[in-house]
């Protein structure tokens, strides 16, 4: 095996934030909505945790952000080659054949991450997705309703609280399914540890071509 060094420790410290906060919002979350059935902790508990963690996971996000703009990295990585669309569209197409069926009867990824090119076309365009439109989404209707009088402009424009509650629920629905496929998906490597791995080390092991 030879090891690529993916994952710089910024990186693998905002993941394990951002990993635990998600993890404990969509807790929180779903005690909050379902107030007289989940039993987990108080509303007032849930309320105030949910809220706490909403502000350290707004300032992680822009730890990323400003991250990979200030390294240069963030079109590199995230922006999919739109300017070479029939590649694009071929390798996307053989991502989507070895997550389908490829990886079920032994075929190799035909993805081979780089530090330069972390991401496959499939997850380059998911976590564009993402990490510029949901999770800033999320964040704008989480604070409206954490504070409606204080967000009331921002309240208005997007169409008042009640679609702010339902954009935000239903992401929390969205991202609560997103962490059970992505910790399916980090377990697909050459063994089932091995991506999880490396988000502790930083490097990915890849098997040596000969």
């Known amino acids: 095996m030879k090891k690529v060094y993916l994952h710089p420790l910024p990186v693998r410290i905002w993941h394990w934030i951002n990993a635990i906060g998600f993890i404990i919002l969509i807790l929180t979350g779903a005690q909050i909505r ?6 987990l902790m108080s509303f007032e508990t849930a309320v105030d945790i949910h809220s706490w963690l909403g502000f350290i996971l707004l ?7 400003l ?7 963030l079109f590199k990585i995230y922006i999919p080659p739109f300017w070479k669309p029939i590649e694009f569209i071929k390798n996307s197409i053989r991502q989507a054949k ?12 035909p993805h081979h991450p780089t530090p330069e090119s972390k991401f496959n076309p499939m997850q380059q365009i998911s976590y564009l997705m ?18 409606p009088h204080l967000f009331s402009p921002l309240g208005s ?36 540890m091995a991506h999880i791995k490396a ?5 990915e092991e890849e098997h040596e071509e000969h």
């Open 34 to 39: 379902f107030v007289d059935s989940m039993g």
């Open 59 to 65: 300032a992680n996000y822009f730890i990323w952000l």
């Open 67 to 73: 991250y990979y703009l200030l390294s240069g990295k």
């Open 98 to 109: 070895y997550y389908g069926y490829g990886i079920m009867i032994g075929d190799k990824n």
């Open 157 to 192: 424009l997007i169409g008042g609280i009640q679609i702010a509650t339902l954009v935000h629920t239903g992401l929390w629905i969205f991202f609560s399914a997103f962490i059970i496929v992505h910790f399916y998906l980090a377990t697909l490597g050459h063994t089932p």
């Open 199 to 203: 988000m502790f080390t930083g490097y």
């Open 130 to 147: 993402i990490m510029v439109l949901l999770i800033p989404l999320q964040i704008l209707t989480g604070l409206i309703l954490w504070d």
